[in-house]
T-cell receptor, first 115, second 115 residues
Framework: DAGVIQSPRHEVTEMGQEVTLRCKPI?????LFWYRQTMMRGLELLIY????????DSGMPEDRFSAKMPNASFSTLKIQPSEPRDSAVYFC?????????????FGPGTRLTVL | GQQLNQSPQSMFIQEGEDVSMNCTSS?????WLWYKQDPGEGPVLLIA?????ELTSNGRLTAQFGITRKDSFLNISASIPSDVGIYFC???????????????FGQGTILTVHP
């Protein structure tokens, strides 16, 4: 079975450019989460969706960040304009809410470097 | 909000040694999850615990759900070099409420194993 798929795996861009990160959750999962990981702040939840609807975006650091989930099999996280302090590893995770199962399955991450 | 505190923050051990780490919270959790993150990859679920007092093993790993429901422990026996990575505890916040699969993560324990 395919796990969570993220693209690209690595992205290097210059300050001010638009960056779009992509995620395909596990088929059948109904919740999707975007995280950012840095050495200083660890794993931070940015936003999460349930049944394609954004539930909580309070973790999104600034208006420069936006996320969409147009359908059950695709989500994007966009940064516009990007800044050097956005450099981090961005993870997408998905889960299937069934009973008391809350397990999230993570993708391999996108390592973003903003010069 | 609910926070999870992991200790120790990092460990440097010799191959073959046993490892113990724990996770505590000021609030009750109904589920405890332990994840491992290999270098350059996303976190992967190791063990899930759903009942207070539950003791669950996965190979050389053993985890326990504390009786008070405010803590959990992870033990690794006879460590090997591939045990290197970051270990996270996690659990759904808002015990008894709806979290849409959201998880609270600890800050992680970094494990280094010397051959």
């Amino acid at each position: 079975d395919a796990g969570v798929i993220q693209s690209p795996r690595h992205e290097v861009t210059e300050m001010g450019q638009e960056v779009t990160l992509r995620c395909k959750p596990i088929s059948g999962h109904n919740s999707l989460f975007w995280y950012r990981q840095t050495m200083m702040r660890g794993l931070e939840l940015l936003i999460y969706f349930n049944n394609n609807v954004p539930i909580d975006d309070s973790g999104m650091p600034e208006d420069r960040f936006s996320a969409k989930m147009p359908n059950a099999s695709f989500s994007t996280l966009k940064i516009q304009p990007s800044e050097p302090r956005d450099s981090a590893v961005y993870f997408c995770a998905s889960s299937l809410l069934a009973g008391h199962t809350d397990t999230q399955y993570f993708g391999p991450g996108t390592r973003l470097t903003v010069l | 909000g609910q926070q999870l505190n992991q200790s120790p923050q990092s460990m440097f051990i010799q191959e073959g040694e046993d490892v113990s780490m724990n996770c505590t919270s000021s609030s009750i959790f109904n589920t405890w999850l332990w994840y491992k993150q290999d270098p350059g990859e996303g976190p992967v679920l190791l063990i899930a615990l759903y009942k207070a007092g539950e003791l669950t093993s996965n190979g050389r790993l053993t985890a326990q759900f504390g009786i008070t429901r405010k803590d959990s422990f992870l033990n690794i026996s006879a460590s090997i070099p591939s045990d290197v990575g970051i270990y996270f505890c996690a659990g759904p916040p808002n015990a008894g409420g709806t979290s849409y699969g959201k998880l609270t993560f600890g800050q992680g324990t970094i494990l280094t194993v010397h051959p």
